[in-house]
């Protein structure tokens, strides 16, 4: 199908025990968001949710023309920034939302980025016992990666995304032209977990990658496109299979368990795909040194993910010993040790039964003491 | 089957989306706790949670009996009331399990009244994007009602329970021995539950409550077994065909449009028992005065409540004007309008092409100024 703007317009279709939601990708597609509001999510009262910078880039036209469209639709705005993903500004937007007298008969619209899909996500899913949520990611970690898969959550003290629930979507309207608006460096936090679906399964996907990092970078729009189709695939392919992440979408978590560990050392001041993409090289060298993923692997990666400007070496305030405090929280954890997805090389995970693993505490104290940094303060 | 204190144990199952779960019932459960936990819920370790009252009365005893029979198990506790089911505590809560290490490989275990369940229920639903949870009801209200059909929640300014998710646990464990340890009021609560479930589907239910009544209040335990049966047969059945309430299960919130909002006109001074059994009275005769509702079932209904010692006029401080206010932001609304469970008659409940409606404002408007009295401040 295409769109009034004569882009073609594709759809990939999530499993999900509530039943499946279908992602639509095309250029384009931000005007046509009213009638594909009463098409796939048919509701009295919309409410849609933006940052206060996206709401003045998309989210007051898209409520503009959601009224022009006799659609009774209100914006809600939270400042800008991973520092609004909290209970309390979670408890915010719910007050606000209940003061304005909204009931069971609405549908949330995230328009944002991760931060604003998670946080929306979860006001929806907590609001009067949970109402629908409709995607509309602006950027480009939210449309390869955040927007798909049902995940919502806000970060605590303890770490990222320890709150939150599942709550699927009921459609994912992602628009590629919005990504020209952001910076350079944001496109490239949003290609690191596109270099991760292809170095957990698709060899040829994270080398075509390295190869159109100049114009993906850039933003150019086909090549955008066409990325977050594959991105979108895959992960798709992989949530069917597992929605809940008992099984097989753990390996999504690759490169996240010290990820996370490495942003919240980092106060959070690191970009998420900073900090993936650090963890990504550092549990491949892990899986290097325990002579599970193949050699160079961790060279591979650092390469990728430097052509986007992202790699070099890993300072965080504390340095090691602040990372390592970190993993203990991880909540990918059992039996309270923390667990790592490995590669067999780019494009293959390791399956040992199980889709993560515990590791030796002292190889991930010598690999983290080794590679991380401090900082200061 | 029978327990080791020779007891029969009875066991309902309640059909859900998350996969079905069993209710037991029986006199000393209390003690085969752990052996229960470990076959129905297994875990690398258990998280209880209590109010300090009922953490004193059975909780820190149950801990024990986990770790005599090996079980990793720890007690949480937080403020005895309904003031402490809010964000706040949850937030507590979920922030002390972290700090303990707590993992996904754990089960909490919520033993206690209506707000243990659903304040532990909420922390479940949400602790790392949901782990799950054993109900262990020890008042009688969270026996008949409120431990089955994994509504969990939280109140918030706006009202009750309008912030939570429906989150169905791995096995309900009811021992009606520790109702013997509640206040007859506290029985009271309960059993105008058990009222509504007779008013809405069961006459001869209905009618026997009304004869059982003094055992019931003075805590037979073996008349308190046979109620909470039946309560919860009805309930599983309701249930079992609708768990989410987009249709039949909308008929269990008889008596509770008016009862939430009279409850938090009363800032939760009053049971929820005796504001739901005032809501019971006014929509009945809310129905009645709509040509609905037989003739005299506020009556009826007025009696049967009145023999557990909650009828009586319904004074709140600020009276009509402040429960009308509440109305508005009940979470049952739709297009910004209450609905109403209206009855036929006793044990049966209206179906006109959906389990509850909008009714005239102005019916309401003049019922509610006529019933409800200012209590002063």
């Known amino acids: ?6 882009h073609r317009v594709t759809r990939v279709e999530v499993a999900s025990g509530a039943g499946a939601y279908p992602v639509l990708i095309g250029r384009g597609l931000l005007q046509g968001v009213p009638s594909l509001l009463s098409e796939f999510a048919p509701a009295f009262r919309y409410v849609v949710v933006s940052d206060a910078h996206v709401a003045n880039l998309y989210g007051e036209g ?11 639709a209100d914006l809600f705005t939270f400042p800008r920034g991973e520092s609004s993903k909290t209970r309390k500004h979670w408890s915010i937007l719910t007050d606000q939302l209940l003061d304005a007298g909204v009931g069971r008969d609405a549908v949330v619209v995230a328009v944002g980025g991760g931060v604003t899909g998670d946080l929306a996500g979860f006001v929806a899913s907590t609001f009067l016992r949970g109402i629908p949520v409709v995607q509309v990611p602006t950027s480009l970690v939210a449309m390869i990666d955040a927007s798909v898969g049902g995940k919502t959550g806000v970060d605590v003290r303890a770490g990222k995304n320890l709150v939150g629930s599942f709550h699927p979507p009921k459609v994912v309207i992602a628009d590629p032209d919005t990504t020209t608006t952001l910076e350079t460096g944001e496109r490239a936090q949003g290609l690191v977990e596109a270099i991760k679906h292809g170095a957990i399964l698709d060899e040829a996907y994270f080398e075509g990658l390295r190869t159109e990092a100049a114009p993906l970078l850039a933003g150019d729009p086909d090549a955008t496109r066409a990325t977050v189709l594959r991105s979108v695939e895959i992960k798709a392919g992989v949530v069917a299979q597992d929605e809940h992440e008992g099984g097989l979408r753990q390996i999504l978590n690759f490169g996240h368990t010290l990820g996370h560990a490495v942003e919240a050392a980092s106060g959070y001041e690191l970009g998420h795909g900073s900090a993936v993409a650090a963890g990504m090289v550092l549990e491949a060298e892990l899986g290097e040194s325990l002579g599970i993923t193949a050699t160079g692997t961790g060279e591979r990666l650092a390469e990728a993910v430097a052509l986007l400007g992202v790699g070099g070496p890993v300072r965080v305030p504390g340095g090691a010993e602040r990372v390592l405090s970190y993993l203990g929280t991880d909540k990918k954890s059992r039996r309270g040790r923390p667990r790592f997805v490995l590669l067999n090389r780019v494009g293959s995970v390791q399956d040992n039964g199980g889709w993560s693993r515990e590791v030796p505490a002292s190889e991930v ?3 983290v003491t080794d590679r991380v940094e401090d900082a200061g303060n």
């Open 62 to 72: 898209l409520v503009e023309r959601c009224r022009d469209a006799r659609l009774h």
């Open 365 to 367: 104290v010598r690999l």
């Open 1 to 6: 199908m295409t769109n009034a703007g004569g």
